[in-house]
């Protein structure tokens, strides 16, 4: 909600965790994510054609909408989470990936068969290690939106009290992994 409110034009991406390398971080939904993402555009000219109803993953009923997010020059990443009664708000910002040219390369022709294939996909690269990253995250969802928006993101923390953990340091995260493990019950 954040996201959207400093940043209306851009439904936020939302979705789970899919894989984390030092290159990329891959994140997708089956119905959170807005279709948007499939050429970052409001545009249904522009995004009809890079979607397709696939079955669910269970194969029974229903649709997910797939897609593969393009290349952005900036995009900010996100997460709310909350440790022993404190929030903490983690906050990067970096490169959108195509994730189509991403996965072919990562995965060749097993790119439908790629955990949350059917899913419409979002890949960053934080410019991180893929193993502080997943040191600190506090859960398995993400939200994106275009832009560099730590500094509004940032004021509204200040704002309600909260601290920001940048995603995209691979100081502050090893810093924040080590006093959350002395802090933990």
Known sequence: MLFHA?????????G????VGDDHIEFANCGAGSVFWAANS???????PRVEAMANIHGQSGAAFSYFGVEAPQ?????LTRINGRYYM???TGQELDARKFLQKMVGDKE????AGTWGKVIVNLGVRGENFVKVIGANHLSATLGDVTAEVEAACRLW??????????????RFYH????ISP
């Open 6 to 14: 400093i940043n209306p034009e851009v439904p936020s991406a939302f």
């Open 16 to 19: 789970d965790l899919v894989s």
């Open 42 to 48: 409001r545009k249904a000219k522009d995004v009809f």
């Open 75 to 79: 995009i900010t990443v996100g997460r």
């Open 90 to 92: 983690q906050l990067g």
């Open 112 to 115: 439908k068969s790629h955990l």
């Open 161 to 174: 009290g909260v601290r920001v953990v940048r995603l995209d340091s691979d100081e502050e995260m090893k």
């Open 179 to 182: 006093e959350v493990r002395e």
